[in-house]
């Protein structure tokens, strides 16, 4: 598999953790593409993988109407065709749509959920769902929580040396977890 175009690699705000696109029109078109391989691809696994990185996109873009009708058609065409693994990160793509659209109990039950069974799908997927659980909980303000879990993201996907992109997403996480602790403890700071 190729890496994607520079404009279709997310960038990661520091703040605010959320990702945007270099070049957003490349993005929507993009977002076409996939929306035609959803509609014609030869197997459920196929569709499956389109709509994973269609409800990836839509959320880059901030289009989160859209994304959360994909995220949901994902998850349900896990549930049908794909395995345990693919099923995991399906809801935990729906999970982060609801985190972004501020849903926070939706994506709480979700994350919660799936948590404690992510080690079973090996240190990838354990590192994935880490991340995406310190994504919910910084978005929710719970610093704590969200520097362990990008912490434990971090130490596996360093341990394994996977991609340089997915190392330095963690690591972009765990340094803004920290920054709003360290501000959340320093008395000059106003609320």
Known sequence: ??????????????E????SYPDPDAARARAEQLRVEIRTAVDEIGELVA?????????????????LPEATAAADRAEIAGNAAMQH???LRLARVHQRRGEFADSNVIVTELLPAAEQFGLVIEAYTHHHAGLNDFAQRHWDDARDHFARALAIRE?????????????????????????????????
Do not use: F, I, W, Y
């Open 1 to 14: 598999m190729s890496e994607p175009a520079p404009a279709l690699q997310p960038l990661l705000d520091p």
């Open 51 to 67: 709509r994973g990185d269609l409800v990836d996109l839509l959320r880059g873009l901030d289009e989160l109407e859209d994304a």
């Open 16 to 19: 605010t953790l959320h990702e």
């Open 159 to 191: 341990d394994l040396e996977l991609a340089d992109d997915e190392r330095a997403a963690s690591r972009t996480g765990l340094e803004a977890a920290q920054r709003r602790l360290r501000d959340a403890q320093s008395p000059e700071q106003a609320p």
């Open 89 to 91: 990160t399906a809801r």
